[in-house]
T-cell receptor
Framework: QKEVEQNSGPLSVPEGAIASLNCTYSDRVSQSFFWYRQYSGKSPELIMSIYSNGDKEDGRFTAQLNKASQYVSLLIRDSQPSDSATYLCAVIGDKIIFGKGTRLHILP | ETGVTQTPRHLVMGMTNKKSLKCEQHLGHNAMYWYKQSAKKPLELMFVYNFKEQTENNSVPSRFSPECPNSSHLFLHLHTLQPEDSALYLC????????????????FGDGTRLSIL
């Protein structure tokens, strides 16, 4: 069974610090990787996509992909209270599979 | 309107009722998806439609019946549901996923919160 694993959290990070979210996946042929943010009672919102090994930066967000180790991570710099949400990792091989999500709580 | 719109936002129904969920996308996308999101479980992909044709059915019980009359509209017809079907049902759309889903991120609606009595 192909799986995507995330630590459910909650992950508590002080405001202004770096939040690090991790995701591992089992399907070696996975090609596309996405991070979604979901506020409570709201729909998932795409915040980052990454397709090749290495880092991809967009504002305060950096996605990191290591296909050899089968993990993808999301770093949030200068964390803000508004970053408090559940972060979903989605991995696409022959089908799309979501992780259960990590709850992030930014402490003011 | 922009984005992906789902109606109703909340639905309470008995196990013998018949109801339908509606999804409409204004993004010019070709593919539409139904997902189920239950507490403490990952998003579960239910159905995929690409250019109005169903391309994926992930072993969903027949009490859920999707309909896609065109690339902008998607319905989920519900009948004889069970209490374990209570969940958030999310619709999403994307550009044509072609052979696979690579490079085609999905955009989600706000979902319908379904409660089965």
């Amino acid at each position: 069974q192909k799986e995507v694993e995330q630590n459910s959290g909650p992950l508590s990070v002080p405001e202004g610090a770096i939040a690090s979210l991790n995701c591992t996946y089992s399907d070696r042929v996975s090609q596309s990787f996405f991070w979604y943010r979901q506020y409570s009672g709201k729909s998932p919102e795409l915040i980052m996509s990454i397709y090749s090994n290495g880092d991809k930066e967009d504002g305060r967000f950096t996605a990191q992909l290591n296909k050899a180790s089968q993990y993808v991570s999301l770093l949030i710099r200068d964390s803000q209270p508004s970053d408090s949400a559940t972060y979903l990792c989605a991995v696409i091989g022959d089908k799309i599979i979501f992780g259960k999500g990590t709850r992030l709580h930014i402490l003011p | 309107e922009t984005g992906v719109t789902q109606t109703p936002r909340h639905l309470v129904m008995g196990m013998t009722n018949k109801k339908s969920l509606k999804c409409e996308q204004h993004l010019g996308h070709n593919a539409m998806y139904w997902y189920k999101q239950s507490a403490k479980k990952p998003l579960e992909l239910m159905f995929v439609y690409n250019f109005k044709e169903q391309t994926e059915n992930n072993s969903v019980p027949s009490r859920f019946s999707p309909e896609c009359p065109n690339s902008s509209h998607l319905f989920l017809h519900l009948h004889t549901l069970q209490p374990e079907d209570s969940a958030l049902y999310l619709c999403a759309s994307s550009l044509n996923p072609t052979v696979d889903y690579s490079n085609q991120p999905q955009h989600f609606g706000d979902g319908t919160r379904l409660s089965i009595l």
